[in-house]
């Protein structure tokens, strides 16, 4: 049967809503409704009856109401005029940090292609070279039309979809490239000029930019939470709170996932807010510390195992490497390239004063040593990355001309690096066991807090006090009276309550009260649309029929009692899910099945489906092969689909008789 439901209207002051909240939860007969704006404005007109705080019931409402001005309420159009100006400039801040964010998406993605320079994009004298981003999916497709136009692409993704691509090619296939890149779906990037050059300089900037803006945006929205509430008396929360909950969970389950913390490896007291935020920023700025390091550390040692491997190979050759220092009027590079480019450089340089010679290594690559004039060597090394010159001018700059001397330096500086990775292997562990239970308490304190924010999301709030509504069912009403006789008791006083009817527009939620043998049908009810409130409860008719219909569809009697068998199993053997869904309630409905499909076997005589003396009067063994016997078995459907037919009419009949619906109980 359904069980009728009672609206609850409670009011607490807004110090002690949470507490409220947490204790209606715990006792968990109150299922919280979220009020609408109609809902909101009846309540005002019921409890309130005050007209300022009616034509004041949104934001919206506000300007119609100072269009219309009245004497004596100077001091809320000035709060009304700081709403719009800390709205607007809201809106702008919002619309930088997007920009600003998107930017910083862009030189992360620069600075992992390798580039320590922001790319020079547009045309050169002999170059061109082009940033755009992407999806995803079109990239691979893009980027092997680009190449086989001789475009040397690199890139990187950015985003979940986007991907950044760095185009680089010679200026008299810049035509041919754009062709192939505006049949993608794509965005164009362009640099701001005053970025600094340097990607790191330029990435510290932009973080200091946005730091700035989140900082003038959290103030803000600070004073217009402040200003609603003037200027709005009665008011639903806005999810603030909310967002900010899941924000800091997200980077606790992102602390907990990088550290590999476990829910059993902590516990402890509930942290408030405040604390809760302090202690992640100490955890996640010292784990970041941390994690930066060692990502430098490990970078560093790959860039010396490189190093290592093609000093081995120097040696090999017995390459005698030129002294590579600043010169006044002349530049001189050094690096690697694939030996089938080999000739594709000396064309290039072809011509022009530059002086080149190459090594050939054993693994295929050609050592190439080039020296030009300084104001040539710009426009030269673009040329030659766009030919896949691989410069190692840098790197060769700080080692000894020895090459036996600079393996040996090689060599150490890499087992310094190992022990350096090892010191900081051990911090982070260290880290990881002194911020496991307060992480672990951090989000169970989240979880609680996000719980009771997103039940305070449905009420309304005033400056000093919470309105909270929801569904109770009429048995717990006087249980629940004294539970929450006992929280004002407790609390000095600070709720107050009532119990109603609801309304008849009102949605009300329902619950369902059946016997334990029947509450194994009410998932099978739900399929069918779970009943609403003022309607009857078909869960005791239909567990009856279905079972009855079982039996006359299926009559066996060795086959009812392995359906019992399982059943039996399912219910007190099994222990788990069965096909996602409960064992207990699976096996017990089988035992019922399975006792009605044995029952009408033994009357028609049926045992796996071989024909025995049936036990209903007037049937013989084989009675199916008897015409006669086989019309009474269609009579007997008949019938039985009739009375059904009969039955759900009647239910319908006396629901619309309890409802007051004379003429619709007479003509259903």
């Known amino acids: 049967m359904i069980i009728p439901a009672k609206k609850l209207t409670l009011i607490t002051i807004r110090e002690s809503e949470r507490r409220v909240v947490r204790r209606l939860g715990e006792l968990g007969v109150v299922h919280l409704k979220r009020m609408s704006e109609e809902e909101a404005k009846r309540l005002r007109e019921a409890e309130l009856g005050r007209s300022r705080e009616l034509e004041e019931t949104c934001v919206k409402l506000v300007e119609v109401w100072h269009a219309l001005f009245k004497a004596g309420f100077e001091g809320e159009r000035g709060s009304y005029r700081r709403y719009i100006e800390v709205k607007d400039r809201l809106n702008r801040l919002h619309a930088k940090r997007a920009e600003a964010s998107h930017l910083r998406k862009i030189l992360i993605g620069v600075k992992s292609l390798g580039e320590e320079e922001l790319p020079t994009l547009g045309l050169t004298e002999e170059l061109f070279s082009t940033l755009i981003i992407v999806p995803k999916d079109e990239v691979s497709k893009l980027v092997g039309r680009l190449r086989r136009l001789g475009a040397v692409v690199r890139h990187v993704k950015i985003s979940e979809d986007e991907v950044l691509v760095h185009v680089i090619g010679l200026r008299e296939k810049v035509k041919e490239v754009h062709e192939v890149i505006s049949e993608t779906y794509h965005q164009e990037v362009s640099l701001p000029d005053d970025l600094p050059r340097n990607c790191g300089e330029a990435?510290?900037?932009?973080?200091?930019?946005?730091?700035?803006?989140?900082?003038?945006?959290?103030?803000?929205?600070?004073?217009?939470?402040?200003?609603?509430?003037?200027?709005?008396?009665?008011?639903?929360?806005?999810?603030?709170?909310?967002?900010?909950?899941?924000?800091?969970?997200?980077?606790?389950?992102?602390?907990?996932?990088?550290?590999?913390?476990?829910?059993?490896?902590?516990?402890?007291?509930?942290?408030g807010l405040e604390e809760a935020e302090k202690l992640l920023k100490e955890i996640a700025e010292s784990y970041n510390s941390i994690r930066s390091k060692l990502d430098w550390v490990r970078r560093e040692s790959d860039r010396l195992r490189k190093l290592r491997s093609f000093l081995k190979d120097l040696v090999e050759v017995d390459f005698k490497p030129p002294e590579i220092r600043e010169y006044e009027n002349i530049d001189l590079f050094m690096g690697l390239v694939g030996g089938d480019k080999l000739e594709d450089i000396r064309r290039a340089v072809s011509g022009k004063p530059i002086a080149l010679d190459a090594v050939m290594l054993r693994d295929?690559?050609?050592?190439?040593?080039?020296?030009?004039?300084?104001?040539?060597?710009?426009?030269?090394?673009?040329?030659?990355?766009?030919?896949?010159?691989?410069?190692?001018?840098?790197?060769?700059?700080?080692?000894?001309?020895?090459?036996?001397?600079?393996?040996?330096?090689?060599?150490?500086?890499?087992?310094?690096?190992?022990?350096?990775?090892?010191?900081?292997?051990?911090?982070?562990?260290?880290?990881?066991?002194?911020?496991?239970?307060?992480?672990?308490?951090?989000?169970?304190?989240?979880?609680?807090?996000?719980?009771?924010?997103?039940?305070?999301?449905?009420?309304?709030?005033?400056?000093?006090?919470?309105?909270?509504?929801?569904?109770?069912?009429?048995?717990?009403?006087?249980?629940?009276?004294?539970?929450?006789?006992?929280?004002?008791?407790?609390?000095?006083?600070?709720?107050?309550?009532?119990?109603?009817?609801?309304?008849?527009?009102?949605?009300?939620?329902?619950?369902?009260?059946?016997?334990?043998?029947?509450?194994?049908?009410?998932?099978?009810?739900?399929?069918?649309?779970?009943?609403?409130?003022?309607?009857?409860?078909?869960?005791?008719?239909?567990?009856?029929?279905?079972?009855?219909?079982?039996?006359?569809?299926?009559?066996?009697?060795?086959?009812?009692?392995?359906?019992?068998?399982?059943?039996?199993?399912?219910?007190y053997v099994f222990k788990g899910r069965f096909l996602g869904m409960n064992s207990r309630k699976i096996g017990r409905l089988m035992i019922g099945l399975g006792l009605s499909a044995s029952f009408f076997g033994l009357l028609v005589g049926e045992f796996f489906l071989t024909e025995v003396q049936p036990l209903f009067p007037g049937l013989r063994a084989g009675w199916l092969e008897d015409p006669s016997g086989v019309i009474w078995l269609i009579k007997v459907a008949i019938f039985f689909g009739m009375a059904q037919i009969l039955l759900a009419m009647s239910l319908s009949t006396l629901r619309e008789l309890r409802g007051g619906k004379l003429l619709d109980a007479v003509l259903s």
């Open 203 to 271: 990435l510290s900037l932009l973080e200091l930019k946005l730091s700035k803006l989140n900082e003038e945006i959290a103030k803000l929205e600070r004073e217009m939470g402040r200003l609603k509430e003037e200027l709005i008396w009665l008011v639903g929360d806005d999810g603030s709170s909310l967002t900010l909950l899941k924000k800091l969970k997200g980077e606790v389950l992102k602390l907990r996932g990088e550290l590999s913390i476990e829910e059993s490896e902590g516990g402890g007291e509930e942290v």
């Open 364 to 571: 295929g690559r050609a050592l190439v040593s080039i020296a030009c004039l300084k104001d040539y060597s710009g426009k030269l090394l673009d040329l030659l990355r766009s030919i896949g010159f691989e410069d190692l001018t840098p790197l060769l700059r700080e080692l000894p001309s020895d090459l036996h001397e600079a393996w040996r330096r090689t060599a150490e500086r890499l087992e310094e690096l190992r022990a350096e990775e090892r010191r900081l292997l051990e911090e982070l562990e260290r880290l990881r066991r002194r911020a496991a239970p307060k992480l672990i308490a951090i989000y169970k304190s989240l979880e609680l807090n996000l719980r009771i924010e997103e039940a305070l999301i449905g009420s309304l709030r005033t400056e000093a006090l919470r309105i909270i509504q929801g569904w109770v069912p009429s048995d717990r009403m006087g249980w629940l009276a004294e539970k929450l006789d006992e929280i004002q008791e407790r609390a000095g006083g600070v709720i107050a309550y009532r119990f109603e009817s609801p309304r008849p527009d009102e949605k009300v939620p329902t619950l369902l009260k059946n016997p334990r043998l029947f509450k194994v049908f009410e998932p099978l009810v739900a399929l069918y649309g779970w009943p609403g409130y003022g309607e009857i409860d078909p869960t005791v008719i239909s567990g009856i029929l279905w079972t009855i219909m079982f039996g006359v569809m299926f009559p066996d009697f060795g086959q009812g009692v392995v359906i019992i068998g399982l059943g039996l199993f399912f219910a």
